[in-house]
């Protein structure tokens, strides 16, 4: 008979957040999640079958935390810039969990044209609050999207790393200059009804 379940998925996952938000996803282990959750290593086995199951459901949870920012940017007006802020938002608030998702190795570069929805669960519904707001063409929408989110990842990158502290206010200006830029050149080649 297995022995009894002493923590559900969900606190073992809770606490491998809690781990990694201070620590980072290197700290994930089974000796650190029995240290956070007062016990030896064994009771995590419960709920979970090894490691690798906990840094994927962690990796899932970590997602859910900026699936949250994500909705709540495209919840603003105009909901493209507030996406842009809430990532530079997630950045800065949650920088490890920001790193783990944004800025880890990735094993299976892609190339920059599918770079968007191979990193963001969120870009299809990104794209669309953009050729909606702006009346883009897609293929238009995609590469005002793809500009001003490399731009965007930029400051996030530097508030995620505390390599600066640029505030809200210089963080906005500064994707409204890129934006109002990117839509002049894009009017200009006939891109859309800007």
Known sequence: MPPKQKFTKEEVVEAALSILRRDGISAVTARGLGAELGV?????????HNMEEVLEATV?????????????????????????MQYIRFAR??????????MSANNKPSELSNILPAIDDNSEQILTSIIDAYGLRRDSAHKLYQCLW???????????T????????EASILLTEVFTGMIIKLKSEGNGNV
């Open 150 to 160: 490399i731009f965007t990842h930029g400051i996030a990158c530097l508030c995620a």
């Open 60 to 84: 899932k949870a970590a997602k859910f935390v900026y699936n949250g920012y994500v909705q709540e940017g495209l919840q603003e007006k105009p909901a493209f810039k507030g996406v842009g």
């Open 162 to 169: 505390g390599v600066s502290r640029i505030t809200e206010d």
């Open 93 to 102: 608030n949650e920088p490890k969990l920001f790193q783990l998702l944004f």
């Open 40 to 48: 030896s290593s064994r009771p995590i086995f419960t709920a979970f």
